[in-house]
């Protein structure tokens, strides 16, 4: 006769089973109708943020590549203390510093060496001796002197500072991995595999004794559990390995030269070529220089338009790599790869902020909007652009204040000078370029640019900008993006939260933030 409590063991489960089958079924009935069906056609079209939302997601996967760092960092110092003390708790055992139980378990007799439980066989093996003997003892002290290299070579002052100690001591992942799939290996958690006859557990426990003697209470047999780990690791190696792979092809294709141009600040211009590219607006690819490193890959956005025949970058010299890449122009591509900038087509409004450098993706957005503009582009939803860009210095602007000026001429003539409104802003001045700027204060032109919107000095007053945009856009979608530091990417998307209406029919702003 079977047992009750089984019987409502098994019930449980299988109305488990059915609740969440019934939760499944409806919640891909209803997807499917909310994604697929006319009725709610307008309803889609009209909340169509919510794919913005998902993208917006996976453009913070650094972020989320940080976090889980620093969760196996802390998982990892819990199971190392964990470990210590049982490893106090195995050694203790065997000296008979606790129960008579738990000292009989750690002397059971083992002749093979392969059915104890306590991983400490003897008098002289000491906890320090155990952890540097063992399978387990090794690979954790190999694993865990990789993750704190990994982690400590990723603090910004390092990354930023010494860019190859990070990139170099990043791939240790493969060392980590190794290291933790041989881990288990050691088997030292270990479990009963008395099975028959029945080892009753209740009665052998008080009864050290009685042990071999009574059928019922055999002498216990141990064993360790089947490593598992690599059965979590495999999937996501064989996605690397096939990446890799991916990006190694891309980077055997050939690239070639459109135009170089070096400008007096040290920013390079670099107009390239390559068979079956393809881009949008705000992507960044990767570039390697093989005379510099074989192995150096680093983040560039791109800054021409997913319209123009060639794709370019501009590369400020900020370190040796980039120092070295001036005076050796020859390297491979791996990309484009997606970034949040992509997005700003889905926008009606767009706020774009670049800080220095930070123009590039944006670069790119102003040139492809303006072929759409010239090619009358059905899709293009954008109606109105605000773009600020924030320099230290007077000759960071020549980087593409031509095209500004392009597009300021352009568009004036068609009658579309209100589509976007730009504004740029120096934050670093001497007494010297004050005094030029009071001489030519009555010019018709901007004396740094040479456009007609006039050079601000000192900093947005954010609130303000955010005021107008909402004054000028009272029922639009707006979309925020930033090519920037980190303190303005916080007051920025302050700004978003504080200027979003609860009303949906009111203005609402969406933050976007350029991820490397």
């Known amino acids: 006769i079977p047992n009750p409590a089984v019987l409502v063991i098994f019930s449980w489960l299988d109305l488990q089973v059915v609740w969440m089958a019934i939760n499944i079924f409806l919640f891909v009935w209803f997807y499917f109708l909310y994604d697929l069906g006319d009725r709610f056609f307008y309803t889609r079209h009209l909340l169509g943020c919510c794919g913005r939302t998902m993208r917006k997601q996976l453009d913070k996967n650094i972020s989320f590549h940080k976090l889980v760092a620093y969760m196996i960092g802390l998982m990892t110092a819990v199971h190392i203390i964990a470990h210590l003390l049982n490893v106090e708790r195995y050694y203790n055992s065997w000296h008979g510093e606790y129960d008579a139980l738990s000292m009989a378990l750690s002397r059971l007799n083992d002749s093979g060496n392969t059915t104890y439980l306590n991983p400490i066989r003897s008098t002289t093996t000491t906890p320090n001796l155990l952890v540097f003997t063992t399978i387990a003892g090794i690979t954790g002290v190999i ?304 004396v740094v640019t040479g456009l007609k919107q006039k050079t601000n000095y000192g900093r947005p007053n954010w609130d303000k900008e955010f005021e107008q945009v909402c004054k000028e856009n009272p029922t639009s979608v707006v979309g925020t993006f930033l090519c920037g530091p980190v303190v303005l990417a916080t007051v920025l998307s302050k700004k978003c939260v504080k200027y979003t209406d609860v009303d949906p029919r009111k203005t609402k702003f969406y933050f976007n933030k350029e991820n490397f």
């Open 143 to 446: 694993i865990t002197l990789a993750l704190i290299l990994m982690i400590t070579s990723s603090m910004e002052f390092i990354r930023r500072s010494y860019f190859e100690v990070f990139w170099f001591t990043h791939h240790l992942f493969i060392v980590f991995f190794a290291g933790l799939v041989i881990h288990g290996a050691g088997r030292i958690v270990r479990g009963q595999t008395n099975a028959n006859p029945p080892y009753n557990i209740t009665f052998c426990k008080d009864h050290i004794e009685d042990w071999g003697k009574k059928k019922m209470c055999p002498i216990p047999q141990f064993a360790g559990g089947f490593p598992q780990t690599w059965m979590w690791v495999i999937g996501p190696m064989v996605l690397y390995v096939c990446e890799r792979l991916l990006r190694f092809i891309r980077y055997i294709q050939a690239v070639k030269y459109r135009k170089i141009v070096i400008r007096p600040s040290k920013v390079l211009e670099l107009q390239l070529v390559k068979n079956g590219f393809k881009m949008d607006v705000g992507q960044y690819v990767f570039l390697n220089c093989p005379a510099i490193s074989q192995l150096e890959w680093h983040p560039f956005t791109m800054t021409s338009a997913p319209e123009e025949d060639f794709f370019s970058v501009h590369i400020r010299s900020v370190g040796d790599w980039t120092q070295k890449l001036i005076s050796i122009v020859e390297m491979g591509v791996d990309g484009p790869f997606g970034t949040a900038s992509e997005d700003v087509f889905d926008y009606e409004v767009a706020m774009l902020v670049g800080a220095g450098i930070g123009v590039t993706p944006f670069a790119s957005i102003l040139k492809s909007i303006w072929y759409k503009f010239k090619d009358s582009n059905p899709e293009l939803r954008t109606r109105k652009i605000y773009f600020y860009w924030l320099c230290r210095e007077t000759h960071a602007f020549e980087w593409f204040a031509d095209l500004l000026q392009v597009l300021e001429r352009e568009m004036e003539e068609r009658g579309m000078g209100n589509f976007l409104t730009y504004k740029l802003y120096l934050t670093g001045w001497d007494q010297s370029h004050a005094t030029h700027v009071m001489v030519h204060a009555d010019a018709d032109t901007d």
